[in-house]
T-cell receptor, first 114, second 112 residues
């Protein structure tokens, strides 16, 4: 069965610093991978997705993620954090049992220090 | 496009009462998902539909929970009777066969 592990339930960085949120997945077949962001009191919003095209995926708000098959990783990065990036981030992998389900990680809360 | 619409946005009810949450997916999407989010358990998939047919309800916590999708533009999640441990944010999401799910704003349920 597919699974997602997000390393670190809480990450804190200074404004202007690099943001790195870690995600490792397990999948028996080439997966589709996603990062979602959830701002307070809102639903989840898609940041970016990997669907077996380019391994470096660019998303909204300056975020990007790199698919590394050898490391089974899909880490999310942003070169320079902004206060507005404070939110919870979820990594997700496609379920492969012929369904459209996504398997979500537990989430990482990102805090930006001024 | 209006996105996924959920109602009500907030619901406060007493233990034992029936609660009905509503969802209108994005027009043209053929799959709909109900999730529950709590601090303790994170984001949990309760049930999902494909072409209005329930495909996997293994996440539904118990018989007090039921979900229906009578047509392509409407779904309900019902809890009867409600209990304090059902307090959570319930999200509806839809997709058009691409895995990419679009989430609604959620319904915050408080059962006292």
């Amino acid at each position: 069965a597919q699974s997602v592990t997000q390393l670190g339930s809480h990450v804190s960085v200074s404004e202007g610093a690099l943001v790195l949120l870690r995600c490792n997945y397990s999948s028996s077949v080439p997966p589709y991978l996603f990062w979602y962001v959830q701002y307070p009191n809102q639903g989840l919003q898609l940041l970016l997705k990997y669907t077996s095209a380019a391994t470096l995926v660019k998303g909204i708000n300056g975020f990007e993620a790199e698919f590394k098959k050898s490391e089974t990783s899909f880490h999310l990065t942003k070169p320079s954090a902004h206060m507005s990036d404070a939110a919870e981030y979820f990594c997700a992998v496609s379920d492969t049992n012929g369904a459209q389900k996504l398997v979500f990680g537990q989430g990482t809360r990102l805090t930006i220090n001024p | 496009d209006a996105g996924v619409i959920q109602s009500p946005r907030h619901e406060v009810t007493e233990m034992g009462q029936e609660v009905t949450l509503r969802c209108k997916p994005i027009s043209g999407h053929n799959s709909l998902f109900w999730y529950r989010q709590t601090m303790m358990r994170g984001l949990e998939l309760l049930i999902y539909f494909n072409n209005n047919v329930p495909i996997d309800d293994s996440g539904m916590p118990e018989d007090r929970f039921s979900a229906k999708m009578p047509n392509a533009s409407f779904s309900t999640l019902k809890i009867q009777p409600s209990e304090p441990r059902d307090s959570a944010v319930y999200f509806c999401a839809s997709t058009q066969s691409t895995y990419e799910q679009y989430f609604g704003p959620g319904t915050r349920l408080t059962v006292t």
